[in-house]
């Protein structure tokens, strides 16, 4: 029941790099799905895609289906899926469709909060792209770098590799996602203990905190290091950064080695309202149109045909999967008290 990240991360490494009225003509959804959705008029998304990517995918999908109105719910993927969560909890079932990560995903497919629906679409995808079970879908991948603003960091200077983070001359000016609040900046901090093991790995988190970070959201840190109040953030997606540097915003992405290679999902809500309607978006999510949508908007599809020309230095850039759950579940206890001291430390 698991995804193949590996292999989409070896798939990366070797690559070489609209329809009107009420038609099924983008998709190849069911017609029976599409007239039921018709019938519900209206679906809720919950997503953690910038604001104005989750615009452009809801504007191209209504040029489909104009008669389905779409509302969404943006946050960061640990308190949206805590808002999901509660909610649920609480017999409030508003969620159609969320937008999650593939380790984010799989403890709720195990507690059965998300609908078993495989998608036609999903056929387009090569082998070991998308995981067998139904619960979840890869539609768009996501890498892990640091970003910095090019006003701010003169040509030269720029980091290259994670231990460049370190340099002193980067004191007090770089900000980083809460590790302790959990999401992608946690993930990447357990990951990279697998790839370079505790010595090298205890060496850098604690001299990263050592240089006297800056916490917040990763959108708070983002902004803070666009208007130049700091110069860097620690820890970011490619995928996010683009969207922002197409506005003109002044930041930029690096390729360090290795950087970590994630699977974003998108599930249906075992208690969705318009359950016609989120398979509908599902599958527009899937399909060529939503995928070129997706690279159209900067953002990186799952869709291989369908990568944009900014991801091409990633195609020789080091991928290695996300592996956040599998080692956390192994050692929780210990990697809780290694992130309240290395990042616990407020000054």
């Given at each position: 029941m698991t995804c193949s990240i590996l292999s989409t991360a070896r798939a990366f490494a070797l690559a070489g790099a609209v329809a009107f009225g009420f038609s099924?003509?983008?998709?190849?959804?069911?017609?029976?799905?599409i007239e039921a959705a018709k019938k519900?008029?209206?679906?809720?998304?919950?997503?953690?895609?910038?604001?104005?990517?989750i615009h452009g995918l809801i504007t191209q999908f209504r040029k489909t289906y104009p008669t389905i109105t779409v509302d969404f719910y943006r946050g960061?993927?640990?308190?949206?899926?805590?808002?999901?969560?509660?909610?649920?909890?609480?017999?409030?079932?508003?969620?159609?469709?969320?937008?999650?990560?593939?380790?984010?995903?799989?403890?709720?497919?195990?507690?059965?909060?998300?609908?078993?629906?495989?998608?036609?679409?999903?056929?387009?995808y090569e082998p070991g792209m998308q995981p067998d079970h139904g619960f979840f879908a890869i539609y768009t991948l996501?890498?892990?770098?640091?970003?910095w603003n090019?006003?701010?960091?003169?040509?030269?200077?720029?980091?290259?590799?994670?231990?460049?983070?370190?340099?002193?001359?980067?004191?007090?000016?770089?900000?980083?996602?809460?590790?302790?609040?959990?999401?992608?900046?946690?993930?990447?901090?357990?990951?990279m203990y697998g790839?370079?093991?505790?010595?090298?790995?205890?060496?850098?988190?604690?001299r990263?905190?050592?240089?006297n970070l800056r916490y917040g959201t990763r959108q708070n840190v983002e902004e803070m290091v666009m208007s130049g109040e700091l110069a860097m953030i620690a820890v970011d997606y490619p995928d996010f950064v683009e969207p922002l540097k197409a506005k003109g915003a002044p930041i930029e992405w690096g390729t360090p080695e290795p950087m970590m290679l994630s699977g974003l999902t998108i599930q249906l809500s075992a208690k969705a309202p318009n359950p016609n309607a989120g398979?509908?978006?599902?599958?527009?999510?899937?399909?060529?149109?939503?995928?070129?949508?997706?690279?159209?908007?900067?953002?990186?599809?799952?869709?291989?045909?369908?990568?944009?020309?900014?991801?091409?230095?990633?195609?020789?850039?080091?991928?290695i999967p996300n592996r956040h759950a599998e080692i956390e579940n192994q050692r929780y206890d210990f990697f809780q008290a290694k992130l309240k001291e290395f990042f616990g430390k407020r000054g």
């Open positions: 099924s003509a983008a998709t190849a959804s069911d017609p029976a799905v519900e008029g209206k679906l809720t998304v919950y997503t953690e895609l910038p604001t104005e990517v960061s993927t640990t308190p949206l899926l805590q808002r999901f969560e509660s909610e649920a909890a609480a017999g409030r079932h508003t969620v159609d469709v969320l937008t999650s990560s593939d380790q984010r995903s799989k403890p709720l497919v195990e507690r059965g909060m998300f609908a078993n629906y495989k998608s036609p679409e999903l056929a387009k996501n890498t892990t770098s640091f970003a090019p006003k701010v960091v003169p040509p030269g200077q720029e980091p290259k590799q994670w231990a460049d983070l370190l340099d002193p001359k980067w004191k007090g000016k770089i900000g980083i996602q809460d590790p302790l609040t959990g999401g992608g900046t946690t993930a990447w901090i357990v990951t790839h370079w093991g505790e010595a090298k790995w205890t060496d850098f988190m604690q990263l905190a050592g240089q398979k509908l978006f599902i599958d527009f999510m899937l399909s060529k149109e939503g995928q070129e949508t997706l690279g159209k908007l900067n953002t990186m599809p799952a869709l291989k045909s369908e990568w944009p020309k900014a991801f091409d230095r990633l195609k020789s850039a080091t991928l």
